[in-house]
């Protein structure tokens, strides 16, 4: 699973609330990303970072923040959480240079009350 | 744990039968696509990968099959055992390192 952590694994939280999950990976790998799951749906990409301090946007990000100071880090922040958001967030990391293999995180169920 | 989804297309099969799972994928300029395994309260795990210019690629008790004029992927699973019971996913690499997942089948293995 590349070594790879999220924190915290479970959290409830309020609507209106600003929420940071944390994605850490000890594998040095270049890209890393998060994606939320809702029942019926697959993965669904929000951001994603192709580098330090380099990241975009993917299907759905509205709401959502992302930053990447350090390889090892990549925080994803609801600045005012919202119900709609209440999911489960997979992080994922890929190494790149020729290696396209995706490895993912254990998840971080969240739940906006 | 996490749960994945209540209303995933399932799939029974009877053990030590073979399972075949399918997938439409969206976009002909795709040339990568992965099958992933996802148990319940996990992360999806990276099972077999196809290129494009490939038809078929076997692994170990598993055969992904690529067909480009219709736009579909089907996982194959050998003998399949109670531990393959999870949701499958496929994936198709649209652009750079950037993937689009399809919703899943849940493959449940009778005793």
């Known amino acids: 699973d590349a070594g790879i952590t999220q924190s915290p694994r479970h959290k409830v939280t309020e609507t209106g609330t600003p929420v940071t999950l944390r994605c850490h990976q000890t594998?040095?790998?270049?890209?890393m990303y998060w994606y939320r799951q809702d029942p019926g749906h697959g993965l669904r990409l929000i951001h994603y970072?192709?580098?330090?301090?380099?990241?975009d946007k993917g299907e759905v990000s509205d709401g959502y923040s992302v930053s990447r100071s350090k390889t090892e880090d990549f925080l994803l922040t609801l600045e005012s959480a919202t119900s709609s958001q209440t999911s489960v967030y997979f992080c994922?990391?890929?190494?790149?240079?020729?290696?396209?293999?995706?490895?993912f995180g254990p998840g971080t169920r969240l739940t906006v009350l | 744990g996490e749960s994945v989804g209540l209303h995933l297309p399932t799939l029974s099969v009877q053990e030590g039968d073979n399972s075949i799972i399918n997938c439409a994928y969206s976009?002909?300029?795709?040339?990568?696509f992965i099958w992933y395994k996802q148990e319940s309260g996990k992360g999806p795990q990276f099972i077999i990968d196809?290129?494009?210019?490939?038809d078929k690629r076997q692994g170990q008790r598993v055969t992904v099959l690529l067909n480009k004029t219709v736009k579909h992927l089907s996982l194959q699973i050998a003998a399949t055992q109670p531990g393959d019971s999870a949701v499958y996913f496929c994936?198709?690499?649209?652009?750079?390192?950037?993937?689009?997942f399809g919703p899943g089948t849940r493959l449940s293995v009778l005793p």
């Open positions: 994922a990391t890929l190494p790149g240079q020729g290696n396209n293999e995706q490895f």
């Open positions: 970072s192709y580098g330090v301090k380099d990241t």
């Open positions: 976009n002909s300029a795709s040339d990568y």
């Open positions: 196809i290129r494009s210019n490939m």
């Open positions: 994936a198709e690499n649209l652009y750079g390192q950037n993937f689009v």
């Open positions: 594998e040095n790998h270049r890209y």
